[in-house]
């Protein structure tokens, strides 16, 4: 019997190359190799087909999507392989020359695999994201950048309640944007304590800065005096440092959420 040391072990795990065969093989075995032998049994397709695209779709609440060459949606960065002019139609061969795959903006809140075939060679491409509702998950973290916002100038104006009810919202919504993007069903319910424990719970398996639970459940738990009852002292006020937690957890989960594409030129 041959011994295999932790050392191989851990050698052939991080090899980018051999994880990545492993995980097409995978993807075509679960989803795109049964539909395409599904529409050849149905006469759907000749069988002598050819795939050069293929997409399993994950929306948020309906079943998943298998899409085949022209069915596919997206948007690909591709480096020039030629001289090409803005609107003029791409090739095959320039498939070679792909950098990145991203959804369109309305299927931004599905998870996708999607595979590229590129160019005329028998090498492909996936690209996958396995976070759903990244769309929803931005418009919350833009919401909340307003919300510290707010919390900042009412602490510099030493308006404890205010302070401290603004930041809250600032955290709930980072969290909302969190869980939505791990398809927790705490963002449907509208009612703060189900976001706040779902996060600790997400927190304490490792998933999110302690700092940001943190201040999350201070926030909650002085929220009611600051809100209702009007009765936050000048030391129940937001510190620096809690600013700085919610303003770094933010921008994590802006880049999270955040569409990876470039900015595309207007055609004139």
């Known amino acids: ?82 001289e090409a002019t803005l609107g003029e139609q791409a090739l095959l061969s320039d498939l070679e020359g792909i950098r990145s795959f991203e959804l369109i903006d309305d299927e931004l809140d599905c998870g996708h695999f999607t595979a590229i075939r590129r160019g005329a060679t028998s090498a492909w491409m996936l690209s996958f994201n396995a976070l759903a ?19 900042k100038v009412a602490a510099a104006r030493s308006h404890v309640g205010p302070a401290i009810d603004n930041l809250f919202s600032a955290c709930e919504l980072l969290a909302k944007a969190e869980l939505v993007m791990h398809r927790s069903d705490a963002v449907r319910s509208k009612k703060h304590g189900a976001i706040g424990s779902a996060i600790n719970r997400w927190g304490q398996l490792g998933n999110v800065h302690p700092l940001f639970v943190r201040t999350l459940n201070r926030m909650s738990n002085m929220r009611s005096a ?43």
């Open 1 to 82: 019997m041959t011994e295999i040391s932790p050392a191989d072990v851990a050698s052939r795990t991080h090899d980018p190359e051999q994880f990545g065969r492993a995980v097409m093989k995978n993807v075509f075995e679960i989803w795109f190799t049964p539909e395409i032998e599904r529409r050849k049994a149905a006469g759907l397709i000749a069988e002598d087909f050819v795939l050069m695209f293929a997409q399993a779709l994950f929306p948020e609440d309906s079943p998943s999507q298998i899409r085949l060459n022209d069915e596919v949606r997206g948007i690909m960065m591709v480096e020039p392989q030629r």
């Open 226 to 268: 600051a809100r209702y009852q009007g009765s936050a002292l000048p030391q129940h006020m937001p510190t620096s440092e809690e600013f700085e937690v919610v303003a770094a957890y933010l921008a994590h989960l802006a880049g999270r959420s955040a569409p990876s594409k470039p900015d595309l030129p207007h055609q004139p």
């Open 133 to 151: 509702g990244r769309k929803k998950a931005a418009g919350w973290v833009k919401l909340a950048d307003e919300f510290l916002d707010t919390s």
